[in-house]
């Protein structure tokens, strides 16, 4: 069966940090990955989806990067956090949207 | 108007009623569509999907109004477990899940 890993769980960083969360999938290949961040109270918002190593788009212009680098993996990346970058963010695979545990993030 | 609206909620209702949750879509070409449950702080987890024809797992049941580009979750005999906040999720096609788009959600509190 299909399972998706996300990690860490929590992470409180400082402004001006970079940023590394990873997710991983198991059981399927080549599937379509999604990065997703959701702001306290509010709705689900696209970050960015790849439909193949190294095939990245990016929904909205922000601080963040995503990057491919194997078919079953999918990282989020900041070279330098902002406040405004605080939030839970999710990682899910195009099964009909199977998500991961997901990171809750505070930068302080 | 937003692409997925819901009843903006909170709904605080007693163990045994019923509950109904509205979403509004302004897509026409939207294709599929589900309702999600969030627990606080974990990840959305698929409920049911919603069909044409309407559907009903257990205590929910599930409608579709094309015309009236609406969708409804009904849930009978509410349990505390049932607390959560319910997403309204709407897709444009049926392959392609980069248009997915979720509603805000409507919270639920289910009081004994």
């Known amino acids: 069966s299909q399972t998706i890993h996300q990690w860490p769980a929590t992470l409180v960083q400082p402004v001006g940090s970079p940023l590394s969360l990873e997710c991983t999938v198991e059981g399927t290949s080549n599937p379509n990955l999604y990065w997703y961040r959701q702001a306290a109270g509010r709705g689900l918002q696209l970050l960015f989806y790849?439909?193949?190593?190294?095939?990245i788009s990016s929904e909205v212009p922000q601080n963040l990067s995503a990057s491919r680098p194997q078919d079953r993996q999918f990282i989020l990346s900041s070279k330098k956090l902002l406040l405004s970058d605080s939030g839970f963010y999710l990682c899910?695979?195009?099964?009909?949207?199977?998500f991961g545990s997901g990171t809750r993030l505070t930068v302080v | 108007r937003k692409e997925v609206e819901q009843d903006p909620g909170p709904f605080n209702v007693p163990e045994g009623a019923t509950v109904a949750f509205n979403c509004t879509y302004s897509n026409s070409a939207s294709q599929s569509f589900f309702w999600y449950r969030q627990d606080c702080r974990k990840e959305p987890k698929l409920l049911m999907s919603?069909?044409?024809s309407g559907n009903e797992d257990g205590r929910f049941t599930a409608q579709l109004n094309r015309a009236s580009q609406y969708i409804s979750l009904l849930i009978r005999d509410s349990k505390l477990s049932d607390s959560a906040t319910y997403l309204c999720?709407?897709?444009?096609?049926?392959?392609?899940?980069?248009?997915?788009?979720f509603g805000p959600g409507t919270s639920l509190s289910v009081i004994p």
């Open positions: 790849s439909v193949g190593i190294g095939q």
């Open positions: 899910a695979w195009g099964d009909g949207y199977t």
């Open positions: 999720v709407v897709s444009p096609a049926g392959t392609s899940y980069d248009k997915v788009i």
């Open positions: 919603v069909y044409s």
